[in-house]
């Protein structure tokens, strides 16, 4: 039987991405989803993978670097021509293992349904990309290339990131949210510990170690698919960042108490919480969306979690709940601490978006201080770096709040990661880390 022209990997990744720039649609949603209905070998799913990531990772710089090779306006060529000529570039200068007649063959022969005219424009501009840019050190200043296009960032999240940390640090930021990310598994305490795992990942030719930031997290730099299978079918882990690990682990929950998780799907942080309460006490667990409240109980059962946990359907704005002892408020955020493994978010926000999400941040956390009891916790936290979302929300909290106290997080947390009292990891500061915020507040 005949090989394919144009490999699995290669197609699907050019129909997802025209789906993002058409739609707007998810990334990491399209990615699972897709990932489900077709039965890809391990290779051809690392490819798919590589090259929808990779792409919109670096978007803006190779459409730079396409534009100064073709005589007219990117954006006057028909978008499915874009897209492969930027999976074209994307592999000739990121992807050392595929050699270059491979990448132009298969990127004329995924072209050649949009006509003769088309498959020839691919194949002469990306052979003068081989010449005018493979294996050459390319400088920005030489090219004409600013910050935001040459990191690949929106105008306003490189202005930004420039105004708040310097153009230097800036930079650092923006190249640590381009690395491609490790996978991150939350050991499930009932299951296994962080030292069985690591032995059975190494044993199974993996390479992973122990997080420096969180000893139930182990950090996996080469995990086959079929290994993480292997460990999500058993229950032992979960992929959940370090961050969103050390999130739980200042709330400090323990066995027998009350809790209550106002945002919870997907469910990560949820049976993290519940795995912390044992078999005792109740975890109160509130989501809008019918959907995917129901993933954090089919999460919870994949883990065995043994405390009790309630369902409810619910607005965190609104939802009335008997006071509980600790009450969690991962409210939704700009997610600007998560490119790494959701690049397209760079694409997708806007500026503007920042203000509406603090609005329904503060009012999420207006409802969320009503549901604590008094001598209880309020954790508020976000996967976000930015100023307005974090400190500011809870500076305006303490002033209107009089009768909750900041409790200092480096109690249950290393030095490292904290900063004034609050978690606050970021990426290129906190190695394997997503950027997110947290803090602790105690009512009195």
Known sequence: MNAPAVSPARRIAWELLLRIERDRAYADRLLESTLRRHRLEERERALLTELLHGVLRWKRRLEFLLQRLLQNELRYYPLPLRVALAMGVYQLLFLERIPPYAVVHQMVELVKPLGTGAARLVNAVLRQALREYAGKELQPEALGADIATWYSYPDWIARRWCRRFGCEEAIALMQAQNQRPPTTLRVNPQRSSPEELLRWLTAKGAT?????YCAQCIVAEQLLHEQLQEVLQRGWASVQDVSAVLIVQLADV??????????????????????????????????????RLRLVEQEARRLGVAAPMRFHVADARTVSLAPADCVLADVPCSG????????????????????????LQWEI???????????????????????EENEQQVERFLREHPEFTVEPATQWLPEVVCRDGMLQTLPHRHAHCDGAFAVRLRRQ
């Open 208 to 212: 992973a170690g122990i997080s420096p």
């Open 254 to 291: 323990q066995p027998g108490m009350r809790v209550i998780d106002l945002c919870a799907a997907p469910g990560g942080k949820s049976c993290a919480l519940a795995e912390r309460l044992g078999g005792e006490g109740v975890l109160e667990v509130v989501d809008v969306h019918p959907g």
């Open 336 to 359: 600007l601490g998560t490119i790494a493994k959701k690049p397209d978010i760079k694409w997708h926000r806007r500026e503007e978006d920042i203000s509406a999400l603090v609005q």
């Open 365 to 387: 956390l207006q409802n969320a201080a009503r549901l604590v009891r008094p001598g209880g916790v309020l954790l508020y936290s976000t996967c976000t770096i930015e100023p």
